[in-house]
């Protein structure tokens, strides 16, 4: 196995360039959080009137405090553990990450006391109150738990010499990331126990998988020699997290949502949707890495690969903490609409998705649409009009109409994706850009539930499954119709 060196300033900073991905979460989660008026003051008769300040600190608050306990587990188990020799730089970083994740939990104090009594920020670090917050209430105590346990891991990050060490410090850094687990919608019902623990594995597996994927890179970046070792340790590891975590992810979300409708008409339901599709594109990229990078352990193609990787990490971040912020739903009834959120998830990023993931078992769909892809455009926008339009009314029962509507969403997407993938796909595509946002406001105007930018939102992430389609279509490699050997040609 042959391990390619980065230069050197590359080297130094490929883990903090990828980093840089992770960053992506924050304009996703203020958008959704802001079409979903999650960040403006609501009045409420009888409710407290929770200040603007603290409506949009404390989404940003959860978000660093995620990535800083996602880069203190990664940075320990692939420093400390998983590859040949202790890496001091990298237990360095996570010693760095821990008070990063200490400053944030420290903010969420006064942001918590703020939120739950409606105190404007200043006024929310009376001693008196502070102190009931955090010795009277569960909410309280997790978090002093969490304030010790980070602290000793800040520090003891500056001592890890060997194995023994790094465990220890890795087994504080895991009860605190999982005492979070009971912190969110979960953990403060009782009674909701497998929500809880199911959450704490959620984020642990999390943790492991997006931090030591930044650390792994960091580490053969600066230690090329070591690359095959690592790289191929770090992609068993990444497996058992990818499993663990759609479970638990699974699982969790089963517990609040109680079907397929619930899940394609409301936010919270959206939003599960939209993180599942997530993970399945990041499975194909690490399907893709295992397949070209382990058996090569080229530190260059990892970097390039994982790029790609953080930023849909990012991206799921930050939906994960509007998740957080959203309230589960309390179930579908006949007469609700599908979100245009669902729409566009359905329909355009999870056929994206199927397409890109198995371009040459599609030959035959393929020979089926590359002579006439346009009116698989047309299709598309007819089909998510007509969806938008019947799930509502409660024809065959709620549940039915939700699942029917899914599958030819799906199906009528995956059917367009190959066809704009196909060697005459272009104008299909530009079509598909200027009918589906069409038919998507003409479905929200017929009955509108949804606001103006819940809906404009939701056609800004189908056009972006669009330019993702185009950039894929310029890269890829598609099996022509005429040609029943499958050879590959490019796509001009
Ligand atoms: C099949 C895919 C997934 C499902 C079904 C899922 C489901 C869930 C659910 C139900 C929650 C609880 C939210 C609440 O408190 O109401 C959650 C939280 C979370 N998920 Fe996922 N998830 C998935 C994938 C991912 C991925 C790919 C990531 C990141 C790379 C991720 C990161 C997180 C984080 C960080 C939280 C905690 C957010 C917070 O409380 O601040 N999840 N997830």
């Known amino acids: 196995m042959t391990a390619a060196p980065l230069s050197p300033s590359r080297a130094i900073h490929a883990g ?54 996602s880069l203190v587990l990664g940075f320990v188990v692939v420093g400390g553990l998983l590859v040949p020799r202790v890496d001091q730089r990298l237990v360095r970083m996570a010693s760095l990450a821990a008070l990063a994740w200490l400053i944030a939990l ?6 918590t006391v703020s939120e739950l009594l409606g105190r404007p920020l200043s006024d929310s670090l009376e001693p008196q109150i502070v102190l009931s917050l955090l010795t009277q209430t569960q909410l309280g105590q997790l978090l002093v738990a969490q304030i010790v346990l980070v602290s000793f891991v800040a520090l003891l990050g500056w001592v890890i010499l060997g194995r023994v060490t790094a465990a220890i410090v890795l087994a504080l850094a895991a009860t605190a990331a999982g005492l979070t687990g009971l912190m969110g919608h979960s953990g403060l019902h009782s009674g909701h126990t497998s929500s809880s623990i199911s959450l704490a594995i959620h984020l642990l597996a999390v943790g492991v998988w997006v931090g030591g994927l930044i650390a792994v890179c960091s580490h053969v ?64 990229f690490g399907w893709r890495q295992r397949r070209h990078v382990v058996p090569t352990g080229d530190s260059t193609s990892l970097v390039r690969f994982a790029s790609y990787e ?18 589960p739903p309390a179930g579908a009834i006949a007469g609700d609409r599908i979100t245009a959120g669902a729409l566009a998830t359905l329909a355009l990023a999870l056929p994206l998705v199927i397409a890109w993931a198995w371009p040459a078992r599609q030959g035959w769909l393929s020979r089926l649409t590359a002579g006439y892809p346009e009116p698989f455009a047309v299709a598309l926008a007819v089909v998510t009009y007509v969806v938008a339009a019947v799930v509502p009314s409660g024809l065959l029962g709620i549940g039915v109409a ?58 800004a992430a189908g056009l972006a499954c669009l330019a993702v389609l185009y950039f894929v279509r310029r890269g890829a490699r598609v099996v022509t119709p005429i040609d029943p050997v499958r050879e590959e040609v490019p796509v001009a």
């Open 16 to 69: 903090a360039r990828l980093s840089v991905g992770l960053l992506a979460g924050i304009p996703v989660l203020l958008l959704i959080l802001a079409t979903l008026g999650a960040l403006s003051q609501t009045t409420v008769e009888g409710l407290p009137v929770v200040p603007w300040q603290t409506l949009w600190s404390l989404p940003l608050d959860r978000w660093v405090r995620d990535i800083a306990a």
């Open 106 to 111: 420290l903010a969420q104090v006064p942001l």
């Open 221 to 284: 970046a600066r230690h090329p020699k070591d690359a095959a070792v690592a790289i191929r340790r770090f992609s068993t590891l990444a497996l058992v997290c990818v499993i663990v975590l759609a479970e638990s992810g699974l699982l969790n979300a089963s517990l609040r949502v109680d079907g397929v409708a619930s899940l394609i008409t409301t936010a919270y339901g959206t939003l599960i949707l939209a993180k599942a599709t997530l993970l399945a594109a990041l499975i194909v």
């Open 310 to 327: 953080v930023l849909l990490m990012g991206i799921a971040l930050g939906l994960s903490v509007a998740l957080s912020r959203t309230a």
């Open 402 to 459: 939700a699942v029917l509507a899914s599958v030819a969403l799906v199906g009528v997407g995956w059917a367009f994706c190959v066809a704009a993938l196909g060697p005459r796909g272009l104008p299909a595509l530009v079509l598909a850009a200027v009918l589906w946002p069409t038919a998507l406001w003409l479905a929200s105007r017929s009955d509108p539930v949804e606001t103006g930018a819940q809906v404009a939102l939701a056609g």
